[in-house]
């Protein structure tokens, strides 16, 4: 495929034209955490500067070697050093007197239901886990699966698992049963921490049902291999309780003792399991290990909002079941002390006003989100956030897709103008991934002059490039894949049991260079600044979620309706992309009945979960083909996104093109 293929031309020219740019504000500047010299420090001996950056934690045995790169693509960071994860996020601030200082500012979703929670709690609160789960039989390389709203819970159940050396994997809690199921059984997880429920829009959304049916699902093919499952009460709503499985936190925890000495691990031990889509419908396990990750997080946390761990409050939007979540709420901050918010529900509940309120309320300095709730805040007007003060604001980030040119002024001038004693907010810009575990690429904010939507420039220490399908380096102006030339600490270390995918996913592609394929294709402007323009694979980003083309089609095909099934990213000006879905019925199923989209939609959502439903599903006849087979998505992303149709000339049956867009034309 072509880089940014899965971006409009539109866009991509648009892109290309945006010359503004936003200089710091002086007195960012004048106090900047990172300055040129650390560029230039890292460019000298970037293993020297990752060996200082790895000092900002505490280990409990020093490292000798920085990186081992004996066996190719299987790098090892600060190997022959120990530490633990946990310690290094609670106990040692604690332990430098730190205390009482607030790590959690968590704020529920019905309003005056908050809690704040010191560093000394998290430590009592991480302890009590901690031994709870020891006296359930978890150990070190056990996995915990962890499927819960944003409560302090959920970070507590992360951190007690890092602190034992079991190996956690969060499952976003609007992810299906069957998404859960295949998460926990994928990486066979013996303990699964969940809640009765949480609060989203308004009202107490049940999760606990989701665990009972995966167990089930697991139970088929894993027999016994969930033990316990221990349950938070939050909403207090109605749940299935089965004793010889089930626990109530506020029992097994809260009767623990918080009391519990951490153990030093590897730097090499995992510590969690992410899934994420990869072109195949199977999700991909990430496994993240413990010191290079921590290093990488920790650094670029401080680095790229400029923290000043005793004055900032900081939050992050995103939700603990990303990877954002794990690196950008709780390792990176905790690592370094921070204080900051922690907020359980959506955006506009109860009223449309509430981030700003809750930066407003809690004075938040440093704050990061995505471009897809930047772009529906832009369509509310500026008159709601403009009855809020949001002046305490000196960093602002975006994460997770492209930012457009107009969301990023509008970011930077609406919320962000009031900023910096006026001066105004710089935006962060972090492009990076699951598999990267942490920022690669930002503008910092007391060197560089952001420009509107591009992520310019890697962060110190870390080597990226654009190259052609040769793996040559492209020139200023030109556009190609987006690689990372050098192995970095917080790189992933493998696909859960699957190092041969790992190799062939990430490392094939350019393998003479050695060079990581990133999977998204970029351009370089005439200032050599790099702009992130989108996938080159069948991988969407769907509201900066990243989902599949083949998970959905494989959640379709498993209808008892459908044949056949293609889907496509087509760009939509809310979520950035969506799903659209062209299905093939079986004989069977006839005209499939009126409400045969909606039947299918609601099939995916329960497939995969509520952020895989198709915009819009289309019944067609026949699906276009190369004479080889191959369905060509180009064309079906033409008819998504009402372009004319492209080339038809390498199709089987050049016709059905036409049978097709005639069928897009009529329906909804
Ligand atoms: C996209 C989220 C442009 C990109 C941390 C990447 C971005 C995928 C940016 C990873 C950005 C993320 N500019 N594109 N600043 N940040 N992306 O694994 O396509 O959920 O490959 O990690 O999101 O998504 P993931």
Redesign the pocket.
């Known amino acids: 495929m072509t880089p940014g293929a899965t971006m409009s031309d539109e866009t991509l020219s648009n892109l290309l034209h945006e010359k503004r740019t936003f200089a710091p504000p002086a007195s960012l500047v004048a106090a900047a955490n990172v300055t040129q010299a650390d560029y230039d420090e890292a460019a000298r001996d970037r293993l020297a500067f990752w060996a200082k950056q790895a000092q900002r934690l505490t280990w409990a045995e020093p490292f000798t070697e920085v990186l081992d790169d004996s066996n190719p693509p299987f790098y090892r960071w600060f190997a022959d050093g120990k530490l633990n994860a946990a310690y290094n996020c609670v106990d040692r601030h604690v332990e430098a007197g730190k205390g009482d200082k607030v790590a959690l500012h968590w704020v529920g979703e019905p309003l005056e239901d908050t809690r704040d929670l010191t560093y000394a709690d998290l430590q009592r609160e991480v302890s009590k886990a901690a031994n709870a789960y020891e006296s359930l039989g978890v150990g070190a390389g056990d996995c915990v699966a962890i499927y819960m709203p944003m409560i302090p819970e959920a970070i507590v159940a992360m951190l007690a698992a890092a602190r034992i050396g079991a190996i956690h994997t969060v499952v976003f809690g609007g992810f299906s049963a069957e998404a859960l199921a295949a998460r926990v059984e994928d990486c066979g997880a013996k303990l699964i921490v969940t809640s009765d429920g949480g609060y989203r829009r308004g009202a107490a959304s049940a999760l606990k049902p989701a665990v009972d049916e995966a167990i089930q699902k697991v139970e088929a093919v894993s027999p016994g291999q969930v033990e316990n499952v221990l349950v938070v009460r939050r909403t207090g709503q109605e749940v299935a309780f089965d004793p010889s499985i089930d626990t109530w936190w506020h029992e097994t925890v809260d009767s623990a003792s918080d009391q519990h000495t951490p153990e030093a691990f590897e730097a090499e031990h995992p510590l969690y399991v992410m899934y994420?889509s990869g072109t195949t419908g199977k999700p991909k396990g990430i496994k993240h290990t413990t010191g290079g990750y921590l290093t990488q997080a920790a650094y670029t946390h401080w680095a790229q909002f400029d923290l000043k761990p005793e004055t900032d409050v900081y939050w992050c939007t995103a939700d603990i079941g990303?990877?954002?979540g794990h690196?950008y709420i709780v390792y990176g901050p905790l690592a370094n002390g921070a204080t900051q918010v922690l907020y359980e529900g959506t955006p506009d509940a109860p009223e449309r006003g509430r981030w700003w309120k809750i930066i407003q309320d809690y004075k938040v300095s440093l704050f990061y989100t995505a471009?897809t709730a930047i772009r529906s805040f832009m369509k509310q007007g500026d008159t709601v956030p403009a009855s809020y003060d949001l002046s305490s604001l000196r960093v602002i980030g975006?994460?997770?897709?492209?930012?457009n040119p107009e969301a990023y002024v509008w970011y930077r001038t609406v919320i962000g103008g009031s900023g910096n004693g006026g001066e105004g907010t710089p935006i962060i810009?972090?492009?990076?991934?699951?598999?990267?575990g942490a920022t690669m690429?930002?503008p910092l904010p007391g060197v560089t002059a952001g420009k509107p939507g591009s992520?310019m420039l890697a962060v110190p220490g870390i080597e990226v490039d654009v190259v052609n399908d040769e793996g040559v380096p492209v020139g200023d102006g030109q556009g190609g894949y987006?690689v990372v030339t050098s192995p970095w600490p917080s790189m992933l270390r493998t696909i859960w049991g699957d190092d041969e995918r790992y190799v062939d996913t990430y490392w094939s592609r350019f393998k003479e260079q050695g060079y990581y394929f990133?999977?998204?294709g970029a351009k370089k402007d005439e200032d050599g600044d790099i702009w992130?323009?989108?996938?080159v694979d069948d991988?969407m980003?769907v509201s900066?979620?990243?989902l599949s083309t083949t998970e959905i089609e494989s959640a379709l095909v498993s209808h008892p309706m459908v044949a056949e099934a293609a889907v496509v990213g087509a760009t939509d000006p809310d979520t950035g992309q969506a799903p659209v879905a062209y299905v093939i019925l079986r004989e069977s199923a006839g005209d499939g009945g009126a409400d045969i989209a909606k039947v299918l939609s609601d099939h995916v959502r329960s497939e995969i979960g509520p952020i895989a439903k198709p915009r819009q599903i289309m019944i067609v006849p026949e699906l276009p083909k190369t004479r080889s087979g191959k369905i060509m998505r180009r064309l079906l992303r033409d008819v998504a996104e009402k372009r004319v149709v492209g080339d038809t000339t390498t199709l089987a049956d050049a016709g059905i093109m036409d049978l097709i867009a005639a069928g897009a034309a009529t329906s909804t």
Do not use: F, Y
């Open positions: 994420t990303w990877v954002t690196s471009p975006s994460v997770g897709e492209p930012i810009d972090t492009w990076w991934q699951t598999e990267t690429m930002t992520a987006l990133a999977g998204d992130v323009l989108g996938r991988v980003n900066g979620h990243r």
